[in-house]
């Protein structure tokens, strides 16, 4: 008679193999679930990158574009200077601190609400004329740092400023400035064109309230000072930033627009954040913009997908 196989044992070899094919099972969802996870966390992040690529674009080109304007005036007005046939410093004050000469450079800068002044300066650093008013008050730029770099470098060509606030109003301006010289080449005083940042702080926070709470915008003159940012910060304005993912991306991976993830304490604010930052520099001009989205904020849909994954894993897995 043959061998007869005991019941028990039966029923304990296939309650083995239904626990070993829930196991494998549930094992396959649970990778299942966490590829999709990271897949979808990758297109979420290139999506941002990609979109983040787009409006530094929109950012440069903008900015491109205002600056533009200011070098159209600076040119009118430096050849408004030249045409006076002007011999040395004494006939540069006689010749362009008149009331015509003030009402001309009001006219230069009129329908530019970008433009906060212009301005002739003489050998020695007092203001000769300017739009704000006349007649010209006691005002001396000799300090200035637009004013030190053309008397100690003849060859400098046109020179964008540090930020510096305006002692009536408060309000922040950087000055675009160009050396005059006499027919034997010797420095006899500057034509300058203030912008206002504002201009650039107000468009600013347009991309930024668009993009959401965790976005910051920022513009760097192309030594990487800091000459406007969204959300402002009075404290950074006229700093440079040595330590961002806008100086990694321009002068050590000698790159002109890229876009890099970067977890590190931010220049502004002094907090630690992992965050995505679209660095470009601007077309012509020695100017830089970034835009950097938190973690927080270009992972904010994915984390909420994220959470139905879970959720339908967990249900998968207690079934």
């Known amino acids: 008679m043959g061998e007869c196989v005991p ?13 070993a094919f829930a196991i494998l099972v549930n094992l396959a969802v649970i990778a299942s679930s966490a590829v999709t996870l990271v897949l979808l966390r990758d297109q979420e992040t290139d999506m941002w990158r990609r979109q983040l690529s787009n409006l530094s674009l929109v950012l440069a080109e903008n900015t491109a574009q205002t600056m533009f304007s200011a070098y159209v005036v600076l040119d009118d007005i430096s050849e408004s200077v030249r045409e006076q046939a002007i011999t040395d410093p004494a006939s540069l ?4 601190g ?11 800068i009129s329908g530019l609400p970008q433009l906060d002044v212009a301005t002739i300066v003489a050998v020695n650093g007092d203001v000769i ?3 704000r ?3 010209i008050p006691a005002i001396n730029v000799a300090d200035r740092d637009y004013f030190q770099s053309h008397l100690q470098n003849p060859k400098l060509g046109d020179f964008i400023s540090k930020p510096v606030q305006n002692k009536g109003n408060g309000k922040w301006v950087f000055y675009i400035s160009r050396r005059l010289n006499d027919r034997h080449g010797q420095f006899i005083g500057l034509v300058l064109v203030g912008i206002s940042v504002e201009v650039f702080s107000n468009f600013f926070e347009k991309i930024g309230v668009n993009l959401g709470a965790g976005a910051a915008l920022n513009l760097y003159r192309r030594d990487f000072t800091q000459m406007t940012r969204w959300p402002h910060v009075d404290d950074a304005i006229g700093q440079r930033n040595l330590s961002g993912a806008s100086y990694d991306i321009v002068e050590k991976q000698k790159k002109t627009n890229d876009v890099m993830y970067i977890n590190s304490v931010r ?28 973690e927080d904020l270009f992972l904010a849909g994915w984390r909420k ?13 207690a079934a």
């Open 133 to 135: 008013a006349y007649p």
């Open 98 to 108: 008149t009331p015509q000469i003030h009402q001309m450079l009001r006219e230069r």
């Open 129 to 131: 004329n300017f739009s």
């Open 305 to 317: 997908t994220a959470v139905l994954v879970v959720a339908l894993t967990v249900t998968s897995l």
């Open 7 to 19: 019941q028990n044992r039966t029923d304990n070899r296939a309650s083995r193999l239904v626990i």
């Open 267 to 294: 220049f502004a604010d002094k907090r630690q954040a992992s965050r995505l930052v679209a660095t470009r520099v601007v077309d012509r001009f020695p100017l830089i913009v970034s835009i950097a989205v938190t």
């Open 93 to 96: 004050r006689k010749v362009m």
